[in-house]
Nanobody, 119 residues
Framework: QVQLVESGGGLVQAGGSLRLSCTAS????????MGWDRQAQEQERELVAM???????NYAESVKGRFTISRDDAKNTVYLQMNSLKPEDTAVYYC?????????????WGQGTQVTVST
């Protein structure tokens, strides 16, 4: 009943920029947290950036100063602006939202979008 759809991934040269978007649709009463994780090949999934339930932003140390998370609550959308990309940023990026609806509250995940940074 809730679907998260991501867009904006692709191939970019090192030093370039990409902007990811993730929009939630379906039965939504409220969204408590929004964020982005990533998983590189043969690596564990890691938090990239997120809004806590209080609206505080948190970033992985590796992306601080380069990535910016933002949101449009009217559109149930979270963005990730990625600048100064490095080859080590190559990964599948997943958005995540903790959503409350008539069924209760739970985590929802997007399908993932590939980001590839070439040298």
């Amino acid at each position: 009943q809730v679907q998260l759809v991501e867009s904006g991934g692709g191939l970019v040269q090192a030093g370039g920029s990409l902007r990811l978007s993730c929009t939630a649709s379906g039965s939504i009463f409220s969204i408590h947290t929004m964020g982005w994780d990533r998983q590189a090949q043969e690596q564990e999934r890691e938090l990239v950036a997120m809004f806590s339930s209080g609206g505080v932003t948190n970033y992985a140390e590796s992306v601080k100063g380069r990535f910016t998370i933002s949101r449009d609550d009217a559109k149930n959308t979270v963005y990730l602006q990625m600048n100064s990309l490095k080859p080590e940023d190559t990964a599948v990026y997943y958005c995540n939202m903790f959503i409350k609806n008539q069924l209760g509250s739970k985590d929802y995940w997007g399908q993932g979008t590939q980001v590839t940074v070439s040298t």
